[in-house]
């Protein structure tokens, strides 16, 4: 399986600052998920990343606040941009396992954010 | 929008106990999973299940998937300290299949 490396791990941030979080691989991949996690709530998915192409995002978020880059198939970036106390959450990154034969996932162990 | 619904939200048992946690999810599915998340962690994928299964076993891990209800459930047998976690339905839902989505989770606590 996969193995992901997310950072930072964790960081309180200043509101109105941005933010940005790395995601590496240890093999290519297509598609890299970008999800957040509010406190004490389950996953919420922000956007599919795919290499070449622009991300594709979720109902409720936008390029604008949440924009990400994909320039190869080993790496990802996230960046919350305009922090509020709202984006207070772990934002997780994740892949699909190939050898599955369907979507599921290994995850990156989380960045927590803290935005004051 | 999230896809599952799981009862219980929280679920407080003795070690060596049995737990159990459901799911229900909306739409029509190719699969449904189970992930595991220690305090805030990373998920960790513990289970898959598809549409035409009803019954799936994996250690101390029992799946069962019931189409016609549009329901799931998880069963972890003689439950230990270290199963305390929250634990997460997920399917592909509406999705074509290239998106994961979520339940809320189960929280679990099993003391020792």
């Known amino acids: 399986s996969a193995v992901i490396s997310q950072k930072p791990s964790r960081d309180i941030c200043q509101r109105g600052t941005s933010l940005t979080i790395q995601c590496q691989v240890d093999?290519?991949?297509?598609?890299m998920f970008w999800y957040r996690q509010q406190p004490g709530q389950s996953l919420t998915l922000i956007a599919t990343?795919?290499?070449?192409?622009?991300?594709?995002?979720e109902s409720g978020f936008v390029i604008d606040k949440f924009p990400i880059s994909r320039p190869n198939l080993t790496f990802s970036t996230l960046t919350v941009s305009n922090m509020s106390p709202e984006d207070s959450s772990i934002y997780l990154c994740?892949?699909?396992?190939?050898?599955?034969?369907?979507?599921?996932?290994?995850f990156g162990a989380g960045s927590r954010l803290t935005v004051l | 929008s999230q896809q599952g619904e799981e009862d219980p939200q929280a679920l407080s048992i003795q070690e060596g106990e049995n737990a159990t946690m459901n799911c229900s999810y909306k739409?029509?599915?190719?699969?449904l999973q189970w992930y595991r998340q220690n305090s805030g962690r990373g998920l960790v994928h513990l289970i898959l299940?598809?549409?035409?299964?009803r019954e799936k076993h994996s250690g101390r891990l029992r799946v069962t998937l019931d189409t016609s209800k549009k329901s799931s459930s998880l069963l972890i047998t003689a439950s230990r300290a270290a199963d305390t976690a929250s634990y997460f339905c997920?399917?592909?839902?509406?999705?074509?299949?290239?998106?994961?989505?979520f339940g809320a989770g189960t929280r679990l606590f099993v003391k020792a």
């Open positions: 994740s892949v699909e396992l190939a050898s599955s034969g369907a979507n599921v996932l290994t």
């Open positions: 739409t029509s599915i190719n699969n």
């Open positions: 299940i598809r549409s035409n299964e």
């Open positions: 997920a399917t592909d839902g509406d999705t074509g299949g290239f998106k994961t989505i």
């Open positions: 990343a795919n290499q070449g192409s622009e991300a594709t995002y």
């Open positions: 093999s290519q991949v297509t598609m």
